[in-house]
C-alpha cells in the first residue's frame, strides 16, 4: 500500500499543513525531477518509460507540458513500476527509490475492507450503497484511533487539490468517536434526501466560521466545485448533510 503524508496529526484530527498534494506546480516540479532522475537510473527515455507503463508514449512530457495537473493515482503507480521504484519516491515522501515491493516482508499485513466510493454529484438509492465491500487493502488500523475504520474510494476531482482521484482514505466512524468538527479537517460528508432514500458520499474540508456555523468545502481545480455545504437542513429540498466519517490518511493505491 502507497501512503501519502499522513492526514490527521497524532493529537487530534486537523488536515496537516502541506500534507497531499500541497501547490500543484511545486508538487509537479518534484515529480518531474525524481522522475528524471529514474530515467538516467534506469537508462530509459520518457517514452520508452511511459510506453512500459502501458500510459502511452506522451505520459511524461505532458505532465512537464501540464504542471497545473496531477496525474491520477493509478498512472503514477504504473509509472513509478516502470522506473522500478516507488510512488513515495515519485512524490518525494522518501529518499529510498527502492521498489515497495522489494522492501516488504514475508509477515502478511491486515486487511482493511473498502466499504465506498466517495464521489461528488451521484446520488445512490441506501440499498445500493450498502453493498458488500468493494474489495481489501493491506492496510493497518489507526491505533490512535479505536473505533471502527474503513477505507473510501475517491472518484472525480472535487478535492483534487489535496487528493487525487483514485486514492483510497482511511476513515474511522465520526458518531463513534463523538467527533466534533475542526477547522482543517478533511471529513467524508453525507447529504441524503427523498425521506432518507438516496445518499451522495463526498471529500469535504471542515471550515468553522466566526459565527460557529459549520461548512464542508470542496478542494478542487475544477470550478463547477467551488461551494461549500452547510451541516444540517439544506433548503427545503429534504436534503440533510452530516460528517459519516473523519479522514485519518491516503493511500494511493491498494495492492
Not at 36 to 47: C, F, M
Not at 94 to 101: C, G, N, Q, S, V
Request: glycine fraction near 6%; proline fraction near 7%.
Amino acid at each position: 500500500m502507497r501512503v501519502i503524508t499522513p492526514v490527521v496529526k497524532a493529537q487530534l484530527p486537523a488536515f496537516a499543513a502541506g500534507s497531499c498534494c500541497g501547490n500543484v506546480r511545486a508538487m509537479t516540479r518534484d515529480l518531474l525531477s525524481r522522475i528524471e532522475a529514474r530515467l538516467v537510473a534506469t537508462g530509459k527515455t520518457a517514452e520508452k518509460a511511459s510506453k512500459d507503463a502501458d500510459l502511452g508514449r506522451e505520459f511524461v512530457r505532458t505532465i512537464k507540458r501540464r504542471p497545473d495537473t496531477v496525474p491520477r493515482a493509478d498512472n503514477l503507480l504504473a509509472l513509478a513500476r516502470s522506473l522500478h521504484t516507488s510512488v513515495e519516491y515519485l512524490l518525494a515522501a522518501t529518499d529510498d527509490p527502492t521498489p515497495i515491493e522489494e522492501m516488504k516482508g514475508a509477515v502478511e499485513q491486515p486487511k482493511m475492507p473498502i466499504l465506498f466510493t466517495a464521489a461528488a454529484g451521484p446520488w445512490l438509492e441506501i440499498d445500493q450503497a450498502a453493498q458488500a465491500p468493494l474489495g481489501w487493502a493491506e492496510v493497518a488500523p489507526d491505533a490512535r484511533f479505536p473505533y471502527d475504520q474503513w477505507l473510501e474510494r475517491v472518484a472525480g476531482d472535487s478535492f483534487d487539490r489535496k487528493i487525487p482521484d483514485g486514492a483510497l482514505v482511511q476513515v474511522a466512524d465520526a458518531k463513534a468517536m463523538g467527533y466534533a468538527p475542526r477547522n482543517g479537517d478533511i471529513v467524508i460528508a453525507v447529504r441524503t434526501r427523498a425521506q432518507g432514500s438516496l445518499m451522495e458520499r463526498t471529500l469535504k474540508q471542515v471550515e468553522v466560521t466566526p459565527t460557529g456555523q459549520v461548512e464542508l468545502w470542496p478542494r478542487s481545480h475544477n470550478p463547477a466545485y467551488s461551494s461549500p455545504i452547510a451541516l444540517g437542513h439544506e433548503g427545503s429540498d429534504d436534503v440533510t448533510v452530516e460528517i459519516a466519517a473523519l479522514v485519518l490518511r491516503a493511500h494511493l493505491d491498494a495492492v
